[in-house]
């Protein structure tokens, strides 16, 4: 059974930092694209970064590049979102996903998702 767990979220302030961590069980880390999404309240759910499952891209939406980090630990079957210089507009529920599609980007192109882990950044 495919599962996928986030945790590491919380509230900080306006340049802070804060790890989440995506564990999952029923698949390989590697076999599968992995992404991180968020949504924010009233807006739709949009990619934050993602990797692919052939020559592992890393790609990150504008907004969080030079900020946010992706990676992967597959011993411990986790992912990773090292996320820093946190600003408010970062507040959303943060997601992470799996994908068949070996270089998905689009929410609807992930097949399993976790339950979410709540950022919110005060100013």
């Known amino acids: 059974q495919v599962q996928l767990v986030e945790s590491g979220g919380g509230s900080v302030q306006s340049g802070g930092s804060l790890r989440l961590s995506c564990v999952v069980s029923?698949?390989?880390?590697?076999?599968?694209?992995m992404g991180w999404f968020r949504q924010a309240p009233g807006k739709e759910r949009e990619v934050v970064s993602c990797i692919d499952s052939a020559d592992y891209t890393t790609y990150y939406t504008d907004s969080v590049k030079g900020r946010f980090t992706l990676s992967k630990d597959s011993t411990r079957n986790t992912m990773y979102l090292e996320m820093n210089r946190l600003k408010p507009e970062d507040t959303a529920v943060y997601y992470c996903a799996a994908s068949q599609t070996w270089d998905a980007r689009w929410p609807y192109e992930y097949n399993y998702w976790g339950r979410g882990t709540q950022v919110t950044v005060s100013s």
């Open positions: 029923g698949f390989g880390l590697n076999d599968y694209a």
